[in-house]
């Protein structure tokens, strides 16, 4: 997770494909409730790396606030960003309501933010995210 992608970065190769693919997703809980602390912030933590791991994507950047989650990953082009987010965001919904009361009609609003970025914005995303959390 603390791969930091450099401009210059070597493409991914595929058997089919050479690719050098990075998404910035945000979203957040239903009303932006900030339920996403403590021990609802570690298991979330655990459970987007298992479906990262699933889907073959790498996590660049993980940054969970109380309202909403920042994901900087390199994409897979076997996946289109909006079945990524899907994937996520329908896993740990499950998951994490299974096992916290969150006292919401559902976990993860239906709305996300996702952005493409290009190896000279890689950086800024990267330092964007840092700046969020004080790191």
Do not use: G, N
């Given at each position: 997770m603390g791969r930091n992608p450099l401009a210059g970065e070597s493409p991914r190769l595929q058997s089919w494909v050479t690719y050098n693919l990075h998404y910035h997703f945000v979203?957040?809980?239903?009303y932006r409730?900030?339920?996403?602390?403590?021990?609802?912030?570690?298991?979330l933590e655990?459970?987007?790396?298992?479906?990262?791991?699933e889907l073959d994507l790498d996590?660049?950047?993980?940054?969970?606030?109380?309202?909403?989650v920042h994901l900087f990953i390199t994409g897979n082009p076997k996946l289109a960003p909006n079945k990524i987010i899907q994937q996520v965001k329908g896993y740990t919904s499950r998951n994490l309501r299974d096992e916290f009361d969150f006292g919401l009609p559902s976990l993860w609003t239906r709305s996300y933010f996702v952005s493409s970025a290009g190896?000279?914005?890689s950086q800024t995303i990267e330092e964007y995210i840092e700046a969020q959390t004080g790191q």
């Open positions: 979203w957040c809980p239903k409730k900030p339920v996403l602390t403590d021990e609802v912030a570690d298991r655990q459970l987007i790396e298992e479906k990262a791991d996590i660049l950047r993980l940054a969970i606030q109380p309202d909403h190896e000279v914005s």
